[in-house]
């Protein structure tokens, strides 16, 4: 039972344009959205996270997005940079338990 | 470095063998966690510590793997009788459970090989 989803399996973007990552969930007690990035060989790097409360939530280029009614998230990153070029993922949690990951997005950022 | 560190980063084991990583979370992190990632997945959730009480077990650690945060600090991950399908890399995590949301922040990882 896969409850956090990424169903974009890779996405490439141009330097300097918008990327947006997306994620699905199906549990409704989830209350605190994270996403990571991860270089290979590396562990995960927290990036930024989100409360159910909140539908958006900005730190840099980096902003994330929050639609409740439709259990989905979105992490936008403007301009992207080559060093983006990386493996995001999403997570879930319900009243501070463990985190819930998806399976991934490859980002690729080419000039 | 006050961040998670683990060790050892990468173990190569014959089929059968044991192993055991360590994980240093970051000082003052009460809680702790193990996730094990392989190829094309998300990390998948294994166990977690509360200081020195394991909270919680996924049902993929099977009683092949054994896991001990003794005195709340640092922890241990053994693996017994090794088998080839345990060839991941496995994450150790800390955090500082909070009312609001928990973030957790994850080590460099230990890739292991079972051949």
């Known amino acids: 039972d896969q409850q956090v989803k990424q169903n974009s399996p890779s996405l490439s973007v141009q330097e300097g344009r918008i990327s947006i990552l997306n994620c699905d969930y199906t549990?409704?007690?989830?209350?605190?959205f994270l996403w990571y990035k991860k270089y290979p060989a590396e562990g995960p790097t927290f990036l930024i996270s989100?409360?159910?409360?909140?539908d958006k939530n900005e730190d840099g280029r980096f902003t994330v997005f929050l639609n409740k009614s439709a259990k989905h998230l979105s992490l936008h990153i403007v301009p992207s940079q080559p060093g983006d070029s990386a493996v995001y993922f999403c997570?879930?949690?319900?009243?501070?338990?463990?985190?819930?990951f998806g399976t991934g997005t490859r980002l690729q950022v080419f000039p | 470095d006050t961040g998670v560190s683990q060790n050892p980063r990468h173990k190569i084991t014959k089929r059968g063998q044991n192993v055991t990583f360590r994980c240093d979370p970051i000082?003052?992190?009460?809680?702790l966690y193990w996730y094990r990632q392989t190829l094309g997945q998300g990390p998948e959730f294994l166990t977690y510590?509360?200081?020195?009480?394991?909270?919680?077990k996924s049902r993929l650690l099977s009683d092949r793997f054994s896991a001990e945060r003794p005195k709340g600090s640092f922890s241990t991950l053994e693996i017994q009788r090794t088998e080839q399908g345990d060839s991941a890399m496995y994450l150790c995590?800390?955090?500082?459970?909070?009312?609001?949301?928990?973030?957790?922040?994850f080590g460099e990882g230990s890739w292991l090989t079972v051949v």
């Open positions: 995590a800390s955090s500082v459970s909070t009312p609001v949301g928990n973030t957790i922040y």
């Open positions: 549990n409704s007690m989830f209350d605190y």
């Open positions: 989100i409360s159910s409360i909140k």
């Open positions: 997570a879930a949690s319900f009243n501070t338990d463990k985190l819930i």
């Open positions: 000082s003052e992190h009460n809680r």
């Open positions: 510590f509360q200081n020195e009480a394991q909270l919680e």
